[in-house]
């Protein structure tokens, strides 16, 4: 009989992987023991992934299992990771692990005793094969993540022992592994910021992760601001959150604030907070799996909370936070779909219409300063329709109240929107920080039009809605 252990690993890999041994899969398996470790590996990771799959009964007697096992074998997932090996030679050895077994199956018998501290761990056995020799026991936390862990987050790897309870461990050569990791554009996860496997899986498979996130135009001692912030949370731990997002996502604490300074009326440089904004709100999605809600809050204009919430145009729950009188208070967005909801009945706001231009210029009058003379002297001379929104009652917009004056004020925009096909939208916001992050959310960035800032005695036009498009378009990142 043809001994395919004979054939070169990487010739045997070559007709694997081209097929040409799919008809020879039993003759294959018969021999696996005699094939190197990569050959080993390669044949079960061919296996699993195209399904080429030998005869029960041969599998069932190459691995001394029974048929059952086999068939789990062959059907349950399966999944692919790195173990940094450091000694002889720096290198990422591969591994594949298959959940949900009850033996254990390895190419590498010399580590079975710590195989069976996992399985003891997981309460199952599973499949482990690894495209090269090595030993140690280092190899065990990045498994035990490979078959535990749903969520494993992307360009890192492992390094770590653990026992029986899923406690971790540390384990030697980490500044070499540190450095291999970062050679192949990975991040090593060191034990020593770990403490078991279950507060591991606790963290990678949350269904939300609850992220503070700080807007501020002051560039000097924010941290007071900061911290006052952070304190009022209304989720338990953030501190916690930080760390582990720092240790196990790689965003450091200094990603979840943008400091703006006093922003210049020129439209690059509100362009750019924009960008930096959404660069960073997309780096967290990714790092997170789309799982995080994000509590928001800003000092800073009202314009640019506008613009960041027409960026932002999640369909994610999100909690914006309002400062008033020292205290942070919590608006919780959990239906954004609610804030673009069509209504016939304004119960918060009033409006008042004037003109019957081209140009729809919004004119939100719910905050101290009132707009609508400098507005008017502004536009004088555009072909425009002037829309004027004031909340029912003066004085300061309750809290309470912040969600709905957004959702009715983007519902009456939207209804004008709808009754004529204005050009373009001009926004000019005297109103609560969270309402304008709110609209904006709402209206989007998907219409030609401007944001303007009171600037002492007047408006300038400071960013433009394509342009707040094209920064959502591109992902945050800069065009070449």
């Known amino acids: 009989m043809f001994r395919f252990s004979e054939i070169e690993d990487r ?92 033996s254990v199956i390895t190419n590498h018998e010399h580590l079975k005793g710590s195989m069976e501290v996992i399985k003891d761990f997981l309460g199952s056995g599973f499949g482990l094969f690894f495209d090269e020799e090595f030993s140690g026991e280092s190899y065990m936390l990045p498994a035990v993540v490979s078959l535990y862990i749903e969520n494993p987050p992307p360009k890192v790897v492992f390094t770590g022992k653990i026992d029986k309870e899923g406690n971790i461990y540390e384990v030697n050569g980490i500044p070499k592994k540190r450095a291999l990791a970062q050679k192949e554009g990975l991040r090593l996860i060191e034990p020593s910021y770990l403490d078991s496997v279950r507060a591991l899986k606790d963290w990678l498979d949350a269904e939300r992760y609850h992220i503070p996130f700080y807007i501020t135009k002051s560039k000097e001692n924010y941290e007071g601001e900061l911290q006052s912030f952070h304190s009022h949370l209304t989720f338990e731990e953030p501190e916690k959150t930080l760390d582990l997002l720092e240790v196990i996502n790689g965003i450091p604490k200094e990603r979840l604030v943008v400091l703006t300074g006093q922003i210049p009326p020129e439209e690059s440089v509100w362009e750019e907070i924009v960008r930096e904004f959404y660069l960073r709100v997309k780096e967290i999605e990714s790092a997170l799996g789309a799982r995080e809600v994000l509590h928001i809050a800003m000092n800073a204009p009202s314009a640019l909370a506008f613009a960041l919430g027409a960026v932002f145009g999640s369909q994610k729950p999100f909690v914006f936070y309002h400062y008033q009188n020292g205290d942070y208070k919590p608006i919780k967005v959990e239906n954004v779909r609610s804030l673009k909801e069509r209504l016939t009945d304004y119960k918060h706001i009033d409006h008042q219409l004037e003109g019957e231009g081209r140009e729809l210029v919004v004119a939100f009058a719910i905050a101290y300063h009132d707009p609508v003379a400098s507005v008017k002297e502004f536009t004088q001379g555009m072909d425009s329709t002037l829309l004027v929104v004031r909340h029912k009652s003066s004085g300061n917009v309750p809290v309470e109240e912040m969600f709905e004056v957004a959702k009715e004020s983007a519902s009456l925009i939207q209804d004008l929107r709808s009754g004529k096909d204005y050009e373009s939208f001009h926004f000019f916001l005297s109103v609560p920080v969270p309402v304008a992050f709110m609209v904006g959310v709402a209206f989007g960035c998907y219409n030609p039009g401007y944001v303007y800032n009171y600037q002492g005695k007047s408006y300038a036009k400071v960013i433009g809605l394509e342009s707040i498009r094209r920064i959502r378009e591109e992902g945050g990142e800069v065009s070449p």
């Open 11 to 102: 010739h045997f890999k070559g007709f694997l992987w081209s097929g040409k041994l799919d008809e020879y899969m039993d003759e294959v398996f018969e021999q696996l023991w005699e094939l190197s470790s990569f050959g080993q590996f390669e044949l079960v990771r061919y296996v699993k992934e195209k399904g080429a799959n030998p005869s029960l009964g041969v599998l069932s007697s190459t691995f001394g299992i029974d048929k059952e096992d086999a068939k789990r074998f062959l059907r349950n997932p399966y999944r692919e990771f790195f173990v940094p090996v450091v000694g002889e030679g720096e290198r990422l050895v591969r591994g594949i692990t298959i959940r949900g077994l009850e």
